[in-house]
Structures are given as structure tokens and as C-alpha cells.
């Protein structure tokens, strides 16, 4: 696999498109909610071994969105956490910068699915003194109740930001998404999956970096149409209590399995920003089994199982 060696002021220009990404995203979700976002920039002190700066925008208590929260971060560190080096061994110890965008939307109403992205790109400086660059992101939909059509389109939105850089990226990327949001334990998906791809670097530098933006930016045209269509859909406390409890299970694969989450927190990140992602409201029951013919039921057997959506 090639490598991405990033060229001079590479860091500047992937940054600015980050925080660019940022803004388009929280202004179009703030308009839809009616909510404003909450900005809250931050700079690593002076001392710590991580170092570097962020924005971390979340909206919480809104009549569409109970809690969304979207964060950019750059930062350095002298050496790369456990979790970078998983399949780059050679660079344990390097040090590193890194960037990125990540969000996670809560809905207020079960009907809505609850949607992860995030873009990063992360560099590091190899034992013979050249510098290397990879990237990663994705994004997937978590529906409580599903409908086919909403799958369909958030799948169909993918494919078409990566058909321009292969035939083989969607397919690639969905059975990694599938793959990466298992949860082994309970053998089930996450959600309904999406595209996930991970120490991307064999298209080059521009191209891959390119890759990148244009998963970013399908974004908001992959998950607003279905937030239109379901956030006035009348629900009561049943559906309200299934969404909490599925909730749980979102909660426990970041804190179990996610990557992202271990990145930041073994490599001294902001407490604050990494779990943004946390929903303000969650239960947990014991064995808790829909019974069969329910739309409870349905979600585990027509949509938590890995299908070829497009």
C-alpha cells in the first residue's frame, strides 16, 4: 500500500476544510431544529503532553434534536496511542498530529434515526525521519423503528460519494462498517450500517484526500431528507422507552469498542469533547426480548443484520 506523504501546508488546507465541514453542518442543523448551536472553542494548556486546540458545538434540548454534537479537533502529541498503531506498528512511539471532524445526532422522536460521521486525517513521523499521513472516517445510521426507504437512501448516498475513486470503495467500505460496528457480544449491528474505512492512504495523498471530502460532504444529503420525513410522526411512551433502551446499547459499544473514543481518551484528549457523543438519556434492562410480530421485533430482524441496501 502506498503511502500519503503529506506536502508542505497540507495540515492548513485539511484543517480548513474540516472546519468548514463543521459550520455547514451545525448551521444546517441548527436551522432544521431551531436551535442555535452552543460554540465552545478550546486550546490545550500550556504543560500537557497532548497539545493543540478545537471547537466543540452541541445543541441540546431542541424540539427535533434532544442532543447533537459535532467537534473539530487538531492536536499534537509526542507519542501515537495504542489504538493508531493497531495496524501500523512500525510507528508505535512516533509522534503524531492529528485532525478531525465527528458528530453524533440524537433525535428527540424515535422515529428519527440517530447518525455518527467523522472525517480525520492523522500524521506521524516514521523511524527513518519521513513523514506519512493516513486517513478515516465514515458514517452510519442507527434507526430505532426502520423503514427501507430511509436505508435505502442514506446507502444510496454513499455509494455515490465514493463511486468517483472505484467500483470496489462502497462495497469495501460497507462490509468494513458492518465488520467494525458488531457488536460481538450480543451479535447484532449497530444500525443499518453504512461506510467505514480506516489507515487510508493508497490513493495518494490529493486523491484520498479528496475521498475524504466528498464522504464528508454527502453527509447532510444523506440524513436530512430522513429527518424531514420522520421528525413529526406521533409516538408515545412505548416507543420512547424502545428508543431509550436501544440507546444503551449505543453507549456501550463507544465506551466498549469504538476506536475514535480510544484514540482520545489514551492519548489525553478533552473529556468534554470526546464523549459528545453520549446521549442525555439512556436505560438499560435485562434481557429485555420485542415480542415477535412487533415493530420492536422487526428492527432486530430486518434491519440490525447486514443486507445489501442499493
Request: charged fraction near 20%; hydrophobic fraction near 35%.
Amino acid at each position: 500500500m502506498s503511502e500519503a506523504v503529506p506536502p508542505g501546508g497540507a495540515a492548513a488546507l485539511v484543517s480548513q476544510y474540516m472546519r468548514g465541514l463543521q459550520a455547514r453542518i451545525t448551521t444546517a442543523i441548527g436551522a432544521l431544529d431551531g436551535t442555535p448551536f452552543v460554540t465552545d472553542a478550546w486550546q490545550k494548556p500550556p504543560g500537557d503532553t497532548l497539545q493543540g486546540h478545537g471547537i466543540t458545538q452541541i445543541l441540546e434540548a431542541g424540539p427535533v434534536f434532544e442532543r447533537a454534537g459535532c467537534g473539530f479537533s487538531q492536536v499534537s502529541g509526542p507519542t501515537l496511542p495504542p489504538s493508531a498503531t493497531q495496524h501500523r506498528p512500525e510507528l508505535a512511539g512516533a509522534p503524531f498530529q492529528a485532525m478531525g471532524v465527528s458528530l453524533v445526532f440524537h433525535p428527540r422522536n424515535p422515529y428519527v434515526p440517530t447518525v455518527h460521521m467523522n472525517v480525520r486525517m492523522i500524521s506521524a513521523t516514521g523511524p527513518d525521519g519521513v513523514p506519512v499521513c493516513w486517513f478515516g472516517g465514515g458514517m452510519d445510521l442507527t434507526p430505532f423503528y426502520g423503514f427501507e426507504e430511509d436505508a435505502a437512501h442514506f446507502h444510496q448516498c454513499c455509494k455515490a460519494a465514493l463511486q468517483p475513486f472505484g467500483d470496489d470503495k462502497y462495497t469495501r467500505f460497507k462490509v468494513w462498517c458492518d465488520s467494525y460496528f458488531y457488536l460481538r457480544h450480543r451479535d447484532e449491528q449497530r444500525g443499518i450500517g453504512g461506510v467505514f474505512f480506516d489507515d487510508f492512504s493508497e490513493l495518494g495523498f490529493d486523491q484520498s484526500l479528496a475521498m475524504l471530502q466528498s464522504v464528508g460532504d454527502a453527509f447532510l444529503g444523506a440524513y436530512l431528507p430522513i429527518v424531514e420525513r420522520r421528525k413529526d410522526l406521533a409516538y408515545g411512551q412505548r416507543e420512547r422507552d424502545f428508543q431509550l433502551y436501544r440507546r444503551g446499547r449505543y453507549v456501550e459499544f463507544n465506551l466498549v469498542w469504538d476506536r475514535g473514543t480510544h484514540f482520545g481518551l489514551q492519548s489525553g484528549g478533552r473529556t468534554e469533547s470526546i464523549l459528545l457523543s453520549m446521549p442525555p438519556l439512556v436505560s438499560w434492562a435485562y434481557r429485555q426480548v420485542p415480542e415477535a410480530g412487533t415493530p420492536e421485533a422487526a428492527l432486530y430482524s430486518k434491519f440490525l443484520t447486514r443486507r445489501d441496501w442499493v
